[in-house]
């Protein structure tokens, strides 16, 4: 299993914090956005991670080489038109890498390892988007539309009384996943005005046609961060997930020294 992450933007909504440098290295607790991401996904089982850049390209990659580069586990795709398009062409920049089963991230999702290793452990099914619910929504959530565990619509706009959660910027490709993306995708693209959408409308086009599903996972183990008081949520999740190595740390030590004892 790879993963592709999809930080080309500028977080404009985070201005000034974003004036010198992108979205997904915003520092929390020490570690960047990214880097929080990518240490979730390797303790996790994914080791190889592309990550699509563009606004402060090298900076990024400035970073995933001091962090990372020893271990070419992590590597970067430039999207040279990211200033102009939307995060669908972002997505094509990675086409490459969609060979075979994979996840899609949006780079400014952080989680709690409990999020990705529940979606990695759902029901084998080509596409499955990780969703979360909660009892209130807003105007920028991605909201989504169910049968049951079946996606039927997913978008910003859909009424109230139509949409039954969120997607939380997550999704699981399996065996003809990535193949049946990556036509939608090239289908979608032949009108000149897609470059302006999102890749989730690609999704949205996929469910319609009954060919995507979705995975349930915890509302507080997870963060979007778009504007500046979202970093405080995702202080809580990144906390719970340092939280979460201190005390499997200790458990492997005490077991450790169990085993050791006469």
């Given at each position: ?96 890498e ?5 996840i ?15 979606l ?88 319609g ?22 970093l ?25 020294k ?5």
């Amino acid at each position: 299993m790879k993963a592709i992450i999809l930080s080309a933007g500028q977080g404009k909504r985070l201005l000034p914090l974003t004036a010198t440098r992108p979205k997904c290295l915003l520092p929390v607790r020490g570690k960047t956005l990214l880097e929080w991401q990518i240490d979730e996904l390797k303790h996790c089982g994914v080791s190889r991670v592309t990550v699509v850049t563009g606004y402060s390209a090298e900076k990024v990659e400035d970073l995933l080489r001091r962090r990372y580069g020893a271990k070419k586990q992590v590597k970067t795709l430039f999207n040279g038109a990211y200033a102009k398009t939307d995060n669908l062409v972002s997505c094509w920049s990675a086409r490459g890498e969609m060979t075979e089963d994979f996840i899609l991230l949006n780079g400014d999702t952080l989680f709690q390892d409990v999020v990705l290793k529940s979606l990695l452990e759902s029901p084998a099914r080509p596409v499955t988007v990780a969703v979360s619910h909660k009892d209130t929504y807003d105007a920028d959530d991605m909201k989504v539309t169910l049968e049951g565990s079946r996606l039927v619509r997913i978008g910003k706009d859909i009424p109230a009384n139509e949409f039954h959660g969120e997607s939380i910027g997550m999704i699981r490709f399996l065996g003809e996943g990535p193949a049946m993306f990556l036509e939608a995708m090239e289908t979608a693209l032949r009108n000149p005005k897609a470059v302006k959408q999102w890749y989730l409308s690609v999704i949205d086009t996929m469910a319609g046609k009954g060919q995507v599903w979705t995975h349930s996972i915890p509302a507080s183990a997870w963060c979007e961060v778009d504007y500046p008081t979202d970093l405080e949520d995702a202080d809580r999740v990144v906390g719970a997930c340092a939280g979460n190595r201190i005390r499997g740390s200790a458990m492997k030590t005490a077991k450790h020294k169990s085993l050791l004892q006469p």
